[in-house]
């Protein structure tokens, strides 16, 4: 999967990044550097969904999918 991401530099200094197709998805770094990594986190977490929290029946599935 590839996705857009926004960089932005902040007035304070530092960078901040949004993630367009993602509502809601974006983090700031003090470097570039920082920024990149955090960026791979934000989306990790955004997308992520603890299936403890979905009521599953019997005939439910769960399937893991790379996009």
Given at each position: ?67
């Amino acid at each position: 999967m590839k996705l857009r991401v926004i960089v932005h530099e902040a007035d304070e200094g530092g960078y901040w990044a949004e993630v367009p197709s993602i509502p809601g998805c974006a983090t700031q770094g003090d470097t570039f550097d920082e920024l990149l990594s955090n960026i791979y986190e934000a989306v990790e977490g955004c997308l992520s969904v603890d299936v403890r929290d979905i009521e599953l029946t019997d005939k439910d599935k769960v399937l893991e999918i790379a996009v």
